[in-house]
T-cell receptor, first 109, second 115 residues
Framework: NAGVTQTPKFQVLKTGQSMTLQCAQD?????MYWYRQDPGMGLRLIYY???????DKGEVPNGYNVSRLNKREFSLRLESAAPSQTSVYFC????????FGPGTRLTVT | AQSVTQPDIHITVSEGASLELRCNYS??????LFWYVQSPGQGLQLLLK??????LVQGIKGFEAEFKRSQSSFNLRKPSVHWSDAAEYFC?????????????FGKGTKLTVNP
């Protein structure tokens, strides 16, 4: 099992550009999550999906959109990137405890 | 609102010494509690979890944690630290909303291990 995979691993964007971060899990979990991690801030929840077809806002949803494409895949989209969105993004999935992907390091200049 | 406090931002210990990382939570009901470890440039790996039952839980890599309801604490311990334990450690509490467990994380404790 690959667990939780994320693409890309690294990305540099210019302010105003858009991009989609991809996440997939092969553990047949219903719930999936997107977090961002900033120095000294821990992990903060952006959006989550309790099941296929449902999504809900987390603590810091502004500037992001998500799509739960199917049970396996949960994507995060930045429509117009801003320097404040420079961060490391983690996807996770869970049944009882959360399993994390390796992260995407995003820089917005 | 639920919250997790890790009072120590950075801890330095010598290799072979014992370790205790502190975690305090705020949650009205019986909490589900977790410790995760993150090595530099990596994702988070689950060390151990508490759902119910025995208040002393064992995890991977020789770690254990004790749940103390009276103190709202879930401290992580290891009897003898190895250089490979240098990493950042996150405590988290789970809340249930809309059928999904959401985690609230502490801000983390960075562990440095001196040879």
């Amino acid at each position: 099992n690959a667990g939780v995979t994320q693409t890309p691993k690294f990305q540099v964007l210019k302010t105003g550009q858009s991009m989609t971060l991809q996440c997939a899990q092969d553990m047949n979990h219903n719930s999936m999550y997107w977090y961002r991690q900033d120095p000294g801030m821990g992990l903060r929840l952006i959006y989550y999906s309790a099941s296929e077809g449902t999504t809900d806002k987390g603590e810091v949803p502004n500037g992001y959109n998500v799509s739960r494409l199917n049970k396996r895949e949960f994507s995060l989209r930045l429509e117009s990137a801003a320097p404040s969105q420079t961060s490391v993004y983690f996807c996770a999935s869970s049944r009882y405890e959360q399993y994390f992907g390796p992260g995407t390091r995003l820089t917005v200049t | 609102a639920q919250s997790v406090t890790q009072p120590d931002i950075h801890i330095t210990v010598s290799e072979g010494a014992s370790l205790e990382l502190r975690c305090n939570y705020s949650y009205g009901a019986t909490p589900y509690l977790f410790w995760y470890v993150q090595s530099p440039g990596q994702g988070l790996q689950l060390l151990l979890k508490y759902f119910s039952g025995d208040t002393l839980v064992q995890g991977i890599k020789g770690f254990e944690a004790e749940f103390k309801r009276s103190q709202s604490s879930f401290n992580l311990r290891k009897p003898s630290v190895h250089w490979s334990d240098a990493a950042e450690y996150f405590c988290a509490v789970a809340t249930t909303q809309g059928g999904s467990e959401k985690l609230v994380f502490g801000k983390g404790t960075k562990l440095t291990v001196n040879p």
